[in-house]
């Protein structure tokens, strides 16, 4: 993919960030309506991702697909684990680190493709990524290299729009070729294409989970807040509140769907699929 392209994609996002003093980029989960700060939705989507996967000061923890480093932040604080967050942008690299609490000793940033990841194989215990696959032109190379890096019984914590309508969205990769805040880089896949491709990598459903209607809660009450703000205060990332707009829309109509996965290497003790 290109950079230039992804760019365009995610700077409309990092000013809406900074304009109202968000620390990350994903859709958030509510419980329901009205129920939080967008902000709180935003945190609350990552706590759902994880789950009871088992995360202390021992586990080395890879934020795959880490933007401007709110979640991995998270994370390291809450758990004391080892995180190193892997973005492909340069710009949300750089954001990343400047945002990054000083001394943090255990968190650190790298800048790199989700498809060629620069570790070593079985170097790592929990994988995340969040919003971040729907970009990646080749899925089941990213897939391939999380079994690579991944110890034995290691846990992948994977959160995605999803649909079944992937030629309604064909229509999309049209506004990928022009650098804008209109290309959307999406590839999108549906659930069963990525639970069949977890079979293929030999990496275990432990869990799935549809949580639509959340997400698309979570992003009223966001485009509530730009709204209260008035549309001055939008300068820079107007275009990225009507495909916010739209996304929301899809979503309550069922073209979109979001799913959290959360999978395992085999290998590992105890590694008994429950998968729904």
């Given at each position: 993919?290109?950079?230039?392209?992804?760019?365009a994609?995610?700077r409309?996002?990092r000013l809406?960030?900074?304009a109202?003093?968000l620390?990350?980029?994903?859709?958030?989960?509510?419980?329901?309506?009205q129920a939080?700060a967008?902000?709180?939705?935003?945190?609350?989507?990552?706590?759902?991702?994880?789950g009871?996967?088992?995360?202390?000061?021992?586990?080395?923890?890879?934020?795959?697909?880490?933007?401007?480093?709110?979640?991995?932040?998270?994370i390291?604080?809450?758990?004391?684990?080892?995180?190193?967050?892997?973005?492909?942008?340069?710009?949300?690299?750089?954001?990343?680190r400047?945002?990054?609490?000083?001394?943090a000793?255990?968190?650190?940033?790298?800048?790199?493709d989700?498809?060629y990841?620069?570790?070593?194989?079985?170097?790592v215990?929990?994988?995340?990524?969040?919003?971040?696959?729907?970009?990646?032109?080749?899925?089941?190379g990213?897939?391939?290299?999380?079994?690579?890096?991944?110890?034995?019984?290691?846990?992948l914590?994977?959160?995605?729009?999803?649909t079944?309508?992937r030629?309604?969205f064909?229509?999309a990769?049209?506004?990928?070729?022009?650098?804008?805040q209109?290309n959307?880089n999406?590839?999108l896949?549906?659930?069963?294409?990525?639970?069949?491709?977890?079979?293929?990598?030999?990496?275990?459903?432990?869990?799935?989970?549809?949580?639509?209607?959340q997400v698309?809660?979570?992003?009223?009450?966001?485009?509530?807040?730009?709204?209260?703000?008035?549309?001055?205060?939008?300068?820079?990332?107007?275009?990225?509140?009507?495909?916010?707009?739209?996304?929301?829309?899809?979503?309550r109509?069922?073209?979109?769907?979001?799913?959290?996965?959360?999978v395992r290497?085999?290998?590992?003790?105890?590694?008994?699929?429950?998968g729904?």
């Open positions: 993919m290109s950079q230039k392209l992804l760019e994609h995610y409309p996002n809406l960030t900074e109202h003093g620390d990350g980029y994903n859709c958030g989960f509510a419980a329901a309506r939080g967008f902000g709180e939705h935003q945190r609350a989507l990552v706590w759902r991702l994880i009871e996967v088992p995360i202390d000061e021992a586990t080395r923890v890879l934020d795959v697909g880490s933007g401007i480093g709110g979640p991995a932040q998270w390291a604080q809450r758990h004391g684990a080892r995180v190193v967050g892997l973005e492909y942008c340069g710009s949300s690299v750089r954001a990343a400047q945002r990054a609490e000083s001394g000793e255990r968190l650190r940033f790298v800048q790199g989700a498809q990841m620069p570790l070593a194989a079985d170097s215990d929990v994988i995340f990524n969040l919003e971040s696959a729907l970009h990646y032109a080749d899925k089941d990213f897939l391939g290299e999380c079994r690579r890096v991944l110890r034995p019984g290691g846990w914590c994977l959160g995605d729009l999803t079944d309508y030629r309604l064909a229509v990769q049209l506004f990928n070729k022009v650098p804008s209109f959307s999406v590839r896949w549906s659930r069963d294409a990525y639970r069949r491709a977890f079979a293929t990598q030999r990496l275990s459903i432990e869990q799935s989970e549809r949580v639509t209607t698309a809660d979570s992003l009223a009450d966001g485009l509530a807040d730009i709204r209260l703000r008035g549309w001055k205060a939008s300068r820079g990332f107007r275009a990225r509140y009507f495909y916010l707009a739209f996304l929301e829309k899809l979503l109509r069922g073209k979109l769907h979001y799913d959290l996965f959360r290497k085999d290998g590992g003790p105890g590694n008994t699929a429950r729904s």
